[in-house]
Nanobody, 131 residues
Framework: HVQLVESGGGSVQAGGSLRLSCVVS??????????LGWFRQGAGKEREAVAT???????TVADSVKGRFTISKDNAKNTLYLQMNSLKPEDTAMYYC????????????????????????WGQGTQVTVS
């Protein structure tokens, strides 16, 4: 089944930057067709969407990280990225990448789901700590 492996997390001081990567494999579908997203879950909090991307690369970014975080993907490498700049302590969380094939009868992802429940495939997470 689909596998997602995140990397790039770590500890950083406020104002610093990190770049998360997520390699997706064993798809069964062409990678470019998938809806993809980054989510995070802080201690004692619910998992929330950080950013999602359509098949054509068009991104949607949460208001809380807009202007600081950028989501992108490389279809040739089956890899999803999250560039995080100007990090704040409130960005501290476990970060997860998620993938979901497009709905039946739809060739590509036009409207990425916004809630965790709508994604069936998840990575193991990578911790980001900002102090």
């Amino acid at each position: 089944h689909v596998q997602l492996v995140e990397s790039g997390g770590g500890s950083v001081q406020a104002g610093g930057s990190l770049r998360l990567s997520c390699v997706v494999s064993r798809l069964g579908y062409t990678y470019s067709r998938f809806c993809l997203g980054w989510f995070r879950q802080g201690a004692g909090k619910e998992r929330e969407a950080v950013a999602t991307v359509r098949s054509d690369g068009s991104p949607t970014v949460a208001d809380s990280v807009k202007g600081r975080f950028t989501i992108s993907k490389d279809n040739a490498k089956n890899t999803l990225y999250l560039q995080m700049n100007s990090l704040k302590p409130e960005d501290t969380a476990m970060y997860y990448c998620a993938a979901e094939p497009p709905p039946p009868g739809v060739w590509s992802c036009l409207l990425p789901p916004k809630t965790p429940d709508e994604y069936n495939y998840w990575g193991q997470g990578t911790q980001v700590t900002v102090s």
